[in-house]
């Protein structure tokens, strides 16, 4: 799918009083924490394993760590998160253990420099520095030409290293069920969703090997997709984005039997978001 009409400001889409990707003050400690730094080591390294996994009891593994262990990074890997927002997810792999962390976006007010992680208010173009893992968390679909900013990707990855898009899939359960009320369409931000086969195709040609594909959709594909069939804006205040007690018109069963859905479908492939590592020769 592609947008058809692009407006002339995409920044007025991104206003950073409200666009979510930007709404959490990032808060930095001055070291890793002691003992997630523990449970780290056990859950990506299998080091520290009595007390690891004592610590790791009933624990659920939040999904930096499944991230991390995909593309196999290191504490001291530079890492490059691209779309990064305010930066909450490099701030979440900081209280983990890792030490060398960059985030790009060029839709933030302004860069920020807290030591061991770094917000720079730029796009993908104007990075020279090549790195270890380069990550695109559903940034890419908002991104002009991906055949470019692919071969742009493969440019700032170092030889070895490891490149991780998540994005929307076209053409799977979202599209299938809701049509133009899937979430996953958002325009005008999306400016292309692909299919599985031409996400593979746009990564071949770029030169990489695609080392892992999975999908990883979740509840919010149905609810919030529920939601703008009924005519329900996504930041309305009734919206269960913002009612997860229980309050909004999904009750905790609907929710409950929406990730159970989801789950199917990701298990059969025919999941709406996905999971793509690549690897740089």
Not at 15 to 21: H, K, L
Not at 193 to 220: C, N, W
Not at 221 to 250: A, T, V
């Amino acid at each position: 799918m592609q947008l058809q009409n692009v407006p002339d400001n995409l920044g007025k889409y991104y206003p950073n009083e409200d666009y979510y990707s930007f709404k959490l003050d990032l808060h930095i400690r001055k070291k890793a924490d002691l003992l997630r730094k523990i449970k780290a080591d056990y859950l990506l390294f299998g080091k520290n394993k009595i007390l690891g996994s004592l610590l790791s009891i009933g624990y659920k593994l939040p999904e930096q760590f499944q991230w991390m262990k995909d593309v196999k990074a290191k504490y001291d890997d530079a890492i490059l998160d691209i779309g990064t927002g305010n930066g909450s997810l490099l701030a979440r792999l900081f209280q983990i253990g890792f030490t060398n962390l960059t985030g790009i976006d060029p839709f933030i007010n302004a860069s920020q420099d807290y030591g061991s992680i770094k917000i720079l208010k730029k796009d993908i173009y104007q990075v020279t520095e090549q790195y270890d893992v380069v990550m695109m968390h559903h940034s890419l679909e908002h991104m002009f030409e991906p055949q470019r900013v692919l071969k742009q990707a493969m440019k700032i990855t170092k030889p070895g290293g490891s490149v991780m898009i998540r994005i929307p899939i076209m053409g799977n359960y979202g599209w299938q069920q809701y049509g133009v009320f899937w979430c996953g369409i958002d325009a005008p931000r999306h400016i292309f969703i692909p299919s599985e086969k031409q996400m593979r195709k746009l990564a071949e040609d770029a030169g990489f090997s695609v080392e892992k594909f999975y999908y990883d959709s979740s509840d919010y594909l149905i609810w919030s997709s529920e939601q703008y069939k009924k005519g329900m804006p996504l930041h309305d205040p009734k919206s269960h984005m913002f009612n997860k007690d229980g309050s909004s018109m999904f009750s905790k069963e609907d929710i409950k039997r929406f990730r159970a859905i989801m789950k199917v479908e990701n298990e059969k492939g025919n999941g709406d978001t996905a999971v793509i590592c690549l690897r740089k020769p």
